[in-house]
């Protein structure tokens, strides 16, 4: 049986955990600071659990630079929970905004009373003609995002302002041009995400045509499941980013959303749910209402304490190995995925590489061992010797197939140079 130290593990999530950060973690899971009780056993009520939240949201703002003018909030349902809670939250602010457009317009004040029908009347109307949610559908991820919101608002509501597939004979690959994209006038909000897991595509920088416009807009909504904690990114240009732990932070259990302050009480109110009902829009589960969890400092019902606690250690040790935080991290990422993607390069008759150049993500390396021609007895070969070396999870995600190696902050640089040698000798033999 090997050991944690002989193995370097590249699933794309859960992925790998700093060892250091694992052993406090099996020591606070037995007996947490000499309490004689296991943190996965302290009420979530607790003064010790609500101090655990306190500081791995300061950590994690400390580290990304997140302004005073945001919120971070823990939840639960995973990255796919965030595909439904995004479609109801901004759905919602999109329905109160307008409420109060019209009831301006009808010069309704504060303590007057509402002409119910009326304003259900134009509302509907609203709702008809111009309510959109845009996605950008660049992999999976974000097609199974824009799948959901059609489940849940219907496809008359919902843009696809680009299809990735559409630029690159009909698989994704390739971020298109935003000179090609089609947004919508005042959508409830703009989605995409920043990574895609499985294709191996991930956007270079923060899109020009997305950058804030100075008013209220626009309203850009961000899946960073597998790239958070990784790079510097320009958080006053998102309304929300939301992030699984399981790959960049922390264990699975906690799904991480960062949510502008003015989409929250008091700056917007959250719709009745009798007037939604009116509208035939949807209604939200409690536990994925972004007001709800942030009015109680994500203790609105049992949350895990000890994955929180987890992310927390993680980020301590992020936070005292690298001075200049984020940016630390940022150089090693992109040195990593040089190192593998300069490997595969210099033998391009044995291996392709999936992705676009213009796009490739520096978490998922995404490749084809084309040695020989026939690919899946040479996968299945490099997969075998890699696991020999140690290199194990590099299959690809099981809709794509290939090989992906997943490439999150916790592998060290010197767990990707091992790959690249591997990548190397396995190319060197066969062409021998
Ligand atoms: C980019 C991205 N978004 C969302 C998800 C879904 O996350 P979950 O499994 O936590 O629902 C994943 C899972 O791998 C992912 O990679």
Not at 257 to 266: E, G, Q, S, Y
Not at 287 to 307: H, M, R
Not at 321 to 329: R, S
Not at 382 to 398: E, M, Q
Request: net charge neutral; proline share 5%.
């Amino acid at each position: 049986m090997p050991s944690r130290e002989e193995i370097t593990y590249f699933g794309a999530g859960p992925a790998l955990l700093p060892t250091n950060v694992l052993n406090t973690a099996a020591q606070a899971l037995v007996n947490y600071d000499n309490t004689g009780l296991g943190l996965a056993e302290h009420s979530h009520r607790s003064e010790l659990a609500t101090g655990i939240v306190n500081t791995a949201k300061a950590d994690l703002a400390k580290y990304l630079d997140v302004p005073d003018d945001y919120e971070i909030l823990f939840m639960q349902g995973g990255g796919s929970g965030e595909f439904s809670a995004t479609v109801y939250n901004m759905v919602s602010i999109w329905v109160e905004r307008r409420k109060q457009r019209i009831l301006k317009e009808l010069g309704i004040e504060g303590g007057k009373e509402i002409p119910e029908d009326e304003l259900v009347m134009q509302l509907q109307k609203a709702v008809d003609e111009e309510l959109r949610i845009d996605y950008l559908v660049t992999g999976s991820w974000s097609l199974k995002a824009s799948q959901e919101a059609t489940r849940l608002v219907g496809a008359e509501h919902v843009n696809v302002v680009a299809d990735s597939r559409k630029a690159n004979d009909g698989k994704f690959g390739k971020i298109p041009e935003e000179s090609t994209w089609k947004l919508s006038k005042n959508p409830a909000m703009v989605y995409y995400c920043d990574n895609e897991t499985v294709d191996g595509v991930e956007f270079p920088e923060f899109p020009k045509t997305l950058e804030p416009n100075g008013d209220d807009g626009p309203i850009i909504v961000a899946d960073m499941s597998s790239n958070i904690l990784s790079r510097r990114i320009p958080v006053k240009n998102f309304s929300v980013i939301f992030f699984g732990a399981q790959k960049n932070l922390g264990s699975t259990g906690i799904t991480v959303v960062i949510i502008r302050k003015n989409l929250l009480p008091p700056a917007v109110a959250t719709p009745a749910p009798t007037l939604l009902r009116k509208l035939g829009l949807p209604i939200g589960p409690i536990v994925l209402s972004y007001e709800t969890i942030a009015k109680n400092n994500s203790l609105y019902n049992t949350l895990s304490i000890f994955d929180v606690y987890i992310a927390g250690q993680v980020l301590k040790s992020l936070l005292s190995t690298f001075p200049d935080k984020v940016d630390g991290q940022q150089a090693i990422a992109e040195k990593k995925a040089k190192t593998i993607y300069e490997a595969l390069e210099a033998y391009p008759e044995s291996y392709k590489i999936v992705p676009d150049k213009s796009a490739r993500s520096r978490m998922n390396i995404c490749f084809r061992v084309t040695h020989g021609g026939d690919v899946d007895a040479a996968e299945k070969n490099f997969l075998k010797g890699a696991v020999s070396n140690g290199l194990t999870g590099l299959k690809g995600h099981r809709s794509v197939g290939g090989i992906r190696a997943s490439n999150y902050n916790s592998i060290q640089l010197p767990g990707a140079e091992a790959l690249a040698k591997y990548i190397t000798v396995f190319a060197k033999e066969k062409a021998a």
